[in-house]
Nanobody, 120 residues
Framework: QVELVESGGGLVQPGGSLRLSCAAS????????MAWYRQAPEKQCEFVAR???????NYADSVKGRFTISRDNAEHTVSLRMNSLKPADTPGYYC??????????????WGQGTQVTVSS
């Protein structure tokens, strides 16, 4: 059984910063790409950022230069540092990871999500 658990969401004023974290646990053999997505109510899920096992990153144009994704392979965690937040950055944020676990081939797993609200 593999689980992803996010933390770090909350309420912040426009222009502020937040740091989201996601920890993977369970019968882990290896973690490939890790990523963050977000989804506002009644809108499609939107890619935010991805980081490979070796640390290569890519970002959605809407967050480039403001958000930074990082990971700790030893701790099985991925983080998203969000600066200069805007009201449009408000939705739920979801951690995604491609994981190989004991007895299973590589699979995509999702966390339960953490809410970010950017409002004055």
């Amino acid at each position: 059984q593999v689980e992803l658990v996010e933390s770090g969401g909350g309420l912040v004023q426009p222009g502020g910063s937040l740091r989201l974290s996601c920890a993977a646990s369970g019968s882990l053999v290896g973690i490939n790409d890790m990523a963050w997505y977000r989804q506002a109510p009644e809108k499609q899920c939107e890619f935010v950022a991805r980081i490979t096992h070796s640390g290569n990153t890519n970002y959605a144009d809407s967050v480039k230069g403001r958000f930074t994704i990082s990971r700790d392979n030893a701790e099985h965690t991925v983080s998203l540092r969000m600066n200069s937040l805007k009201p449009a950055d408000t939705p739920g944020y979801y951690c995604n990871a491609n994981i190989r676990s004991t007895g299973f081939s590589d699979r995509n797993y999702w966390g339960q999500g953490t809410q970010v609200t950017v409002s004055s």
